[in-house]
């Protein structure tokens, strides 16, 4: 089985940055995609960035220019670099694999940009 760890949410002011890691442990093959969606109250969960089918990055409007997605191979680790952060922004992140046609998710990490 695959487990997902995320780290890195906290609390920031607006403007300020955070860097989000996510690991994946366990039995893994093959990771087909893997990113970072979030979830703020009272909204449907949405893309924020994933590394899709064939190696690239997708990224959510609202994050083009701000977020930056890379990956660690070795570590079988993603990273979410959040800059220029905003109220908006403020929601529960949560990492998602897709190993071998099954979608794993983390249990999230909280993200509270506020002044």
């Known amino acids: 089985q695959v487990q997902l760890v995320e780290s890195g949410g906290g609390l920031v002011q607006p403007g300020g940055s955070l860097n989000l890691s996510c690991a994946a442990s366990?039995?893994?093959?093959?990771?087909?995609?893997m990113g970072w969606y979030r979830q703020a109250p009272g909204k449907e969960r949405e893309l924020v960035a994933a590394?899709?089918?064939?190696?690239?990055?997708s990224y959510a409007d609202s994050a083009k220019g701000r977020f930056t997605l890379s990956r660690d191979n070795a570590k079988n680790t993603v990273y979410l670099q959040m800059n220029s952060l905003e109220p908006e922004d403020t929601a529960v992140y949560y990492c998602?694999?897709?190993?071998?046609?099954?979608?794993?998710w983390g249990q999230g990490t909280q993200v509270t940009v506020s002044s």
């Open positions: 998602r694999a897709v190993v071998r046609h099954y979608i794993y």
């Open positions: 590394i899709v089918t064939g190696g690239r990055t």
């Open positions: 366990g039995i893994i093959f093959t990771i087909d995609t």
